[in-house]
């Protein structure tokens, strides 16, 4: 089946994803199956990219826990902006409880806030090996953004962004990566990301007369025919979904 | 209840704050806890991000004195703006008898205009040994922009923010950290305390036909299901409050 | 009276100034005042920001006339940008006889517009001196945009704004100090001096149908419930006043 | 026939393109081709640009298969942004069979992916004697953005972009050349790619009001007196289409 | 009268400027004087600011035209932009018979287009040595984007500035100072020139349905109540002049 | 006649232009001559500025080939971004014989797209080598943008087009200087060529609902009072002509 390879897309169904002839992987959030023929493309690394506040962190986790609950996928959620505790308590809100997928050995959270730049080649192998270890298929990162500040600007984004890949095909996962949009700006994190990544679906942030409308739009999906339009983004105690847009 | 960890979100309710699942600690801004499901979670750092004039400050101050007087939590103002007697007075204006907290050893003033780069371990061990002189569980940092000017652009403002983290670890309190909106500027501060921040609300100025007007919008806060429309600012001389939005 | 220290406010009342909880001090520009709670708070430092040829030069000679003629108050005009005899003769067009008052030692003008970076502390060192001398109170800095040119840009700006706050320390008075906004740019300055003044007013100049409008607001005073709405800037051979501001 | 030389326009008629003065080579876009009085002139460099997810990698694969099928032109696939699997897999939905082609020795995929900097030569010379290989007569670089990225800043994309043209002047291709246009950007790749290509095709991808809508502009063909509309881009399961625009 | 002072304005009249407290010089640009309160301030330094082709250069020799022919003031046009010959005939189609006045002793047109870095103080040597030998009361630089231009930017276009100032200090003339607005650009030369200038008048062009319009507004004139509105700017075979604006 | 001098504007009338006061150079693009007075002022430099596929090219050939053909003066083509067949043959579309002017000695086409850094002086020098050995009196530079590219940076674009303006000034020539605006900007190449040049003529480029247009203006000319209105660009097999403008 050729895990070994990044990207690698097998040409069968599995369980999960019923027969399609990419293989697919559902994603755990409702409404987005089916604006992607099924789920991401297994293997994909897909950028989610949007404000501050705008939904990627909940959307994420939800991806995870599916798959490790759903799908028999397990999942390593690595952070370089937030503690464990902060997000195991956010989740649980949500009715997520990963501190029970941790003890079944089907997640792993890790910390990488106080990471620095002597530390890369480490913190690559140390996620390499946690990975590894529950055979993890599902990665998120959150974020690039935070990541690449947490290195000095002399180690290029692109040689982390590299690193990453490599980690990836080690892995053979599915990766969600977070990128952060910034207040009053539209460009989307470092300008590169989006062309050597698989997928991109953009958080939108829309001011409208009395407040923020938050809605998503997948711009790029590798291998599939997506959903070209808008979508309204949900956020409740079940977590976030995708709505049909209303204007 | 694992104070001593930064962003500790402890499960447990607490006095001032009510049954909630996260702790939450009131703000002492008339009209922002309802939109925040009761206040900021406990150890957060919440940028308050604005342009010259737009209330940052009252705001900031109101969030101590509520603190210091309503909820037992004693705080400290850092400020790289401007000298006590000159806060102090100004507050006084609104009924904030800061003077009188810091008799009764509630609240710390602590004034860094004047340091400079070579100063900064030392700027944070002050801060440090005063904010824990007086068990404060709120701080103010006025601030970011202020702070960042302080100092050589050599020491780099991320270096200084990861300084402040480790500190606010330290003594787990509930951060306001003040960021400046320069005129005819959308950007906001330096483009990436945004991300590492756990909570930001904007307090915008829009130019109308008249005037100006100022109005309020919660953009990010972890952990919580904020409000997501836009309040007016009133300031009066019981300070500023937030009102529902009226176009 | 704490006159030694910069943005002492002290709390009582002064003569030309009213019964008033900040002491304040006139403006000396017609309608200006009212916008004000009465005057600008005594001690601050107050940026008036626009675009060439918007009155600024015109509202702080008027400033430091009326402080030498009404409120008993010396002053020191510090020009980076013109001599002293265009200075007097424009003035004169308004019935300003600076003259008269530099004949009294109620005035100095300080030609600085030939400074070099070599000097910058000799023209602080000069500057302190002359102010001191007649022991002014009320200061005008023409422009800091202007000074910032007169020094290499090794020497930041930074600097230089600090070196003018502890002088402005050490004499107590209360300072306006001009900015530039040059055409076709919406930022102000060097973007940083807004948040380390204690006021900022704007001179707006409006590209009408016709032709331009100017009008002025104040975007940020410390310790004041200013007025929020746009003035229309009227300039007649009385100076400039500031009238309700009609579209 | 001056083959060896690149832009080489020989003035007769070749099989696969009709009578024309210009030797033009059918493109295998459906409805492209009558915008361009038959197709792209036989040797030139055309650049596709456009955002993310805009159809650029279907184009240029149907540019190529078509090509290789119909017009007795052998092709070469050079990749920056993915693995030959992928490729292949994804253009299997389309019906485009290339692994047959690759056995046919009529398509080569050249995985540059991993190039480093120091390997330009060597990957040059490598594309050179592929391409060679199979008397490739149509070429694709996707993408010269992801391209440019490969290689550290110090080695100027010019050079790069030169080396490219040189080793084209070897072999006498058409060639098309993916440029990408990142999010929130309207410039086009590096600024300069433009005026040195022969040709320039823009996927434009546009905010409505319910989502996003593609479609195609012709801004430059040499020796053509291409159409200057608006092409709605459809892309079906019969691979990428240009339609008649309707707004 | 102090002469030898730049800027220097004596309070008294002149025989082609009529009775004025402010010494004044007429403009030579029909319809210009009576927008000034009867032309430049003697001795000012204006800024001619426009987009190429705006009218700035056949304005400049009106001036000078003006001041010989009428006021018995000779002048100097200094030029970085173009050689004698070439000015010369084409201000001969307005009927400006520039080699007259030359032969007569009261202009001078000095070609610095060869110019460079090196020559800068023998340049500005040159200058103030052929203004004074014809007693120039009356300078155009020609222009000072195009100076800038001449020198490497090393050396900083202040200093060149300065010099000038220095220069039009020891022949107290009255300056008018071209500055070139670039297509697509709204901002005015290097973004200082008008602080230290007592002078701006823009000569906008605007963009409308069918071609170009070209309007003029006099933005700043140091002691002067100067028109706020715009005007129409006409050529014909008489030179420049400024209409009433209609829309 | 002066021809040793560039800009060399001789006052008397030529064969080719009709009797003016301005000796002028009719242009060979069919509806431009009207909006000039008749032509180009002999000796001046002209940039032709617009997007890739504006026109910019035909124009250009037409000017040479007119002039060759209907005004006994030969031209020399400068080229930096194709090369001769393709230009002869592209050129061969719209009627224009180029390779039998070449053959009569009245046209010379100068590939310079190999050029290097190292080589611009040589460059030059056969430059003038070339025009200098068939009398050439008009010339065309395509690009200056392309141009620029091909040195290093370290060489300021300045210096280059310093050293064609001595070129031109040997030679005596009328030259059109093309400048590339690239796609999503809309300023004119590096900023400073406008105002050195002697006339612009701006191919811009309008994206309407259903496609684009083209269509040109006349910003400057030097000694000419030129159209100000917009004119379609109409390019058919006769070539590129200009028409007025409907909207």
């Known amino acids: ?47 989610l990219a949007g404000s501050p506040g705008s939904g990627k962190t909940i959307a994420s986790a939800q991806f995870l826990y599916h798959g490790a609950t759903k799908c028999d996928e397990n999942g390593v959620y690595v952070s370089f902006a937030e503690q464990k505790e902060v997000f195991v308590n956010n989740m649980a809100r949500f009715g997520l409880d990963f501190l029970e997928l941790e003890k079944k050995g089907k997640f792993k959270f890790l910390d990488m806030a106080t990471t ?30 935070a990541m690449a500040l947490a290195f000095d600007k002399k180690i290029d984004a692109r040689v982390i962004l590299h690193a990453f890949e490599k980690m990836m095909r080690q892995t053979g996962s599915t990766t969600l990566l977070l990128v952060e949009i910034p207040t009053g700006n539209s460009e989307l994190g470092l300008g590169f990301e989006e062309f050597v990544a698989d997928g991109l679906i953009l958080f939108e942030t829309i001011e409208e007369k009395i407040g923020i409308k938050k809605r998503a739009i997948i711009r790029k999906m590798r291998g599939t025919n997506h959903n070209q339009n808008y979508s309204n983004i949900v956020i409740s105690d079940q977590g976030i979904s995708l709505m049909p847009y209303v204007t």
Chains 1, 2, 3, 4, 5, 6 share one sequence.
């Open 116 to 145: 620095t730049e002597a530390g890369i080649s480490e913190t690559l192998n140390v996620l390499i090996r946690e990975a590894l270890s529950i055979k993890a298929q599902r990665l998120v990162i959150d974020s690039f953004s």
């Open 1 to 47: 089946m050729g895990k070994l390879a990044r990207r690698n897309i097998t040409v069968h169904s599995e369980d999960c994803s019923g027969m399609m002839l990419i293989d697919r992987v559902t994603t755990g959030i409702n409404g987005l199956d089916g604006l992607l023929e099924g789920g991401f493309p297994r293997g994909s690394m897909v950028l």
